[in-house]
Structures are given as C-alpha cells and as structure tokens.
C-alpha cells in the first residue's frame, strides 16, 4: 500500500534524534554519512519540511552544509524550511555564505531578510560586517559599512560586546581608521577580539606606531591576547625589523603558550627573517609542534629572501610531502628564489607549474618573472613577456624591467618601460631616477639632464634614501651626507679610516650611476657617506665586537656601496647583514651571499 500523502510528520522523539545526529555529523565535518542522511530524510518525506516539528531538522541540515563549505546546498536546505523562515534560520544563511567567501551572497541575504520583516539580531549582524569587510572594494557599496554600524546602533544589541566588536573589524578591514578608533573608544565593553580588530587595522594600514601603542594599552590592562593578537604585532615588528621588541613578544608568546600557534610561528618566521636572522627564523620553523600552509610559505621565504635557493626547493618537496597543497604565494617566493641565483630554467619550470594546480599567475608573478629575467639580461625576453599578460601591466611589473635596464644599461628599452610605467598613472620617483641614472650608466649624459627636468616638470620629488639600525631599544634613522645625528663626527671619523684602509686593500669608487656630469672627486664625494654606509658607521661604534651589524634599507643599494661595503667587512672583520628593497645581503671577509646578484 503506497505511503500516504503528504507523509505523516515524525514522533517528536524521532525528528529530535534525527536533529541531534545532525549536528554530531555537523560538529564531525562527516560529508558522506550526512548526504546520505539527507537522501534518507528525502526519502521518507521528511523533506521538504511541513511541518514545525521537520523544521529543526532542515535547519541543522543548513548548518551542516556550511560546515561542510557548501553554501549552495546549506541554500537548498535553507528553500526547504517551512515558509516563512525564522530569525535564526535567516542568520544561519547569511553566516554559510560569509564563513565560504561569498560576502556579495552573504550581504543580499541579510538585506533581504531585512525586507521580509525579520529583525537584525546579535548573530546576523556580525555576520553580515564580515560579508561587507570581505567584499572587494568595487563591490562594496561606498556607505554599507556606515549603514550597518547605524542599523545595529537601533537594535537592542548595540552595547553588545560581540555586535561592537564585529563592527569594529569591519571598520578596520575596510580602511576606515578614524572610525574604528572612535567605535572602540565608545565600547562600554571590550573583548580581545575588539583590541586585535584594532591592532590588525593599524598594522594592515601600516600605522605600526598606533598598532604597537594599542597593545601596550591592551597589556596594561591585563587584556588576555590570543595568538592572533600576538601574530598581528609580530607583524609590525616584522614590517618596522623591530627586533629587539620582536624578541620580547617572542618571550611573552613562550610563557603565555601562544608561541605554539602555527600563526604565530609563522609570524615569527617572518620576523627573524626580515630582520636578517634567518638561522632564529629556521629554529623556530623547525621547533614548531604545528604547521599550516602559512608557516610553510614562511620558511619557504625566508630561504628565498636570504638566497638559499637549494633550501628553498627543498622546503617545497617537504611541504608537499607533508600533503599541503602550495598557493600563489608558495610559488611567488619560488619564483623570487630562481630569481635571487639567476635560475631561468627552473624559474620557468615553476612558473609553469602553477597551472598545473590551477593557479592563475597574478601581476606579482609576472613581476617576479621579469626580476628573473632582467637579472640575467634577457631584457626583450621579459619584455615580451610583459607584453604577453592577461592583465594590464601595473608600474611594478614595469619597475622591474627598469631595473635590469639600469643593470645592464639598456637606454632604449628603459626609455620605453618609463613612458610606460608613466602611461599607468604612476607618480614614482624610484622610476624617473632610475631612468636618469640609465642614461648616465650609458654615458648619455644630456638625456639623464632631460629626466631629471621631466621629473621636476611633473612635480615629483625624489623619494629620500633611508637607512636604519636598532640599538638599545632605539631606531637609529640615517639619510645621505647628512650630519644630524648625535655622533655625526665619530661616524665620519670612523668611516674616514676605514676607507683609508679599503683604499690600501684595492678599493676603487665605482661612481658610473653618479647622473650628474661632474669631475671625479666630486663624483666620489656624492657616494662616499650615502645612509647605508653612515649607518654602518654608526655600527662600528655602538655594536660589540662578534655581533653582526644589521642595517635596513628603503631603496636598493647601489653597485660602488655593495662593493664598499664587502671591503669593509674584510678590513674591520666584521659581518654586516645590509637588507634593501630588493633582498639581503650578508657581507662577510670580503664576500656577499648574494654571489654579486641583486
């Protein structure tokens, strides 16, 4: 005899049973056992729900799908709820498809919720701020932010510490500063994910200062930070190679246990590495109890960076071996290391490979493609693989072509990369003088004259050569030629004799990027105190004799201070770790690790 129809609803202790199964396949990811559940409730008329007691089951199985990162079916589960869906069940929708990287989705679901009468609540508002923070930036509506933090100002929930802080985030993710600063200053309550919100928006926004004074505050008030709290300011110590504060966080993470996060780990890593202590940077890798693709990538680029090409290749067949499945940016650093030892070949090869994994090469690895290129001289090979992008080129990819012109002065073709770089919209100083410099490297002297006035034309100035070391807390700031410092005269003092023995030694001033046509000593004189070298000086006075001299740098260091600097540290005996806008450089007895090859 054929079931009735529509089928007869469950005992209530049934649909209970079968909603608390539901959620243990739920909470245990467990997709087979759940589909076939749901073929079975299918099956036996449970679905689509009719009645209230089918309803709690259709909205665990909505939760289920989410958890499973399947937000078309958590949709599908969502259609077969009994009309109309309640708060709670509107709110699982808008969280399966902002959890899943749909925030367009996410954001329409809740709007739409709004117009059929349900009322924003504590667990669709933060929902829908992390749809409108994910969304990219020509998608978003210019006022969502704005609306939404207004809307839940109306609720009863607008003290909410959770509704605040989501709103916070979505602030801070959003490039809105001055905003979320205000929001936190008003919070009557505040959580860790309130002070990491802010933490992380100043640090992403580059405002390391704001970020480092928000977190004393939050350790001032005994805030309990997490790892992400601790990952974000290790980022901004990273950023800023505040080593010595670095060091300190590091501490803090091993009492406190964070420092077993492998987000911290990885921001660790990073740490170490781009304050030039690649050995730390590898012990905290290998120390650490747990790995996510993220701290792989760092370990991958910190030997990229630091020019160890064969770690590098090495650390790529482990990850895989390990069953992590590389990204873009696992590639991008692979690309940088064949780029760093001038590896064509295998820089292809990898280039290659990303299709294999389904990866869509990026602007960066173009980028990184034509670094690789330029450093070895195929200059029109890189060329035409510029001109062979799917996308629009941006200035950097045209940066790097200008770079290995300057390298092998190729006047014609930096010529063309200029008025093309400048075809892009691009106000940078680096491009005008590296196009000067081109032509003065080329002994085209008056061309180099004519770049310069064009830059003046444009009203673009110079980008200032800057260059740093930390001591004793401190950030030690140096530009060319420049006398400011406390220890101005000890500096050039120290300087003046060791280059009176580099001289001794063999030392001769490289002075062909000098782009004004002068005589030789005025030539040698420009070159002689650029910041990387008073910074050095400042070095030899204040560092302790074992210790490595570790100097940063904003803009590459050009080929006569690269030279300078290997004399130095054969006739002081001392190691200086040099890191520009282009990679480290250790320089010890008289050789660089970067081989000549930056």
Known sequence: ?????????PPPACARSLADLLV????????????????????????PATASSH?????????????????????????????????????????????????????????????????????????????????????RPPLAPHALHGLSAKTPFAGDVFVGSSVLDMYAKCGHLADARRLFDEMPERNVVSWSALICGYADAGMHSAAMEIFRLALEEAVPVNDFTVSCILRVCAAATLFELGAQVHARSIKTALNASPFVGSSLVSLY???????CAYQVFGEAPERNLGIWNAGLNA???HGHTTAAFQRFMDMQNAGFRPNSITFLSLITACSHAGLVDEGKRYFSLM???????????????????????????????????????PEYVWGALLMACRMFKDADTAAIAAKRLFETGSRSSGAHMLLSSTYAAAGRHMDAALARKAMRDAGVRKETGLSWLEAAGEVHTFVSNCRRHPRSNEIYNVLEKVGEKMEAAGYVADTSAVVKDVDKDEKQATMRYHSERLAIGFGLLIVPEGVPIRVMKNLRVCDDCHNAVKYLSKCTGRIVILRDNRRFHRFEDGVCSCGDFW
């Open 1 to 9: 005899m054929p079931p009735p129809w529509p089928p007869a609803a």
């Open 303 to 305: 030997s990229a960076q």
């Open 55 to 139: 309803a709690p089951i259709a909205h665990h199985l909505l939760t289920f799908y989410a958890r499973c990162a399947l937000p078309g079916d958590s949709l599908c589960a969502f259609l077969d709820l009994p009309a109309p869906p309640s708060p709670a069940a509107w709110s699982s929708l808008i969280s399966s498809f902002s959890q899943n990287g749909l925030p367009a989705a996410a954001f329409d679901a809740f709007r739409r919720m709004l117009a059929a009468g349900v009322p924003a609540t504590d667990r669709n508002i933060p929902s829908a701020a992390k749809a409108v923070a994910a969304a990219e930036d020509s998608s």
């Open 355 to 393: 299709k294999e994994y389904r990866i869509e090469p990026q602007a960066e690895h173009y980028a990184a493609m034509v670094d690789l290129l330029g450093r070895v001289g195929r200059i029109s090979e890189a060329l035409g693989l510029i001109e062979s992008m799917p996308m629009e080129p």
């Open 24 to 47: 243990a396949l739920s909470a245990a990811r467990a997709l087979p056992k759940g589909q076939q559940l749901h073929g079975h409730l299918l099956k036996a008329g449970h679905l």
């Open 273 to 279: 590495s781009k304050c030039g202590l690649v050995e």
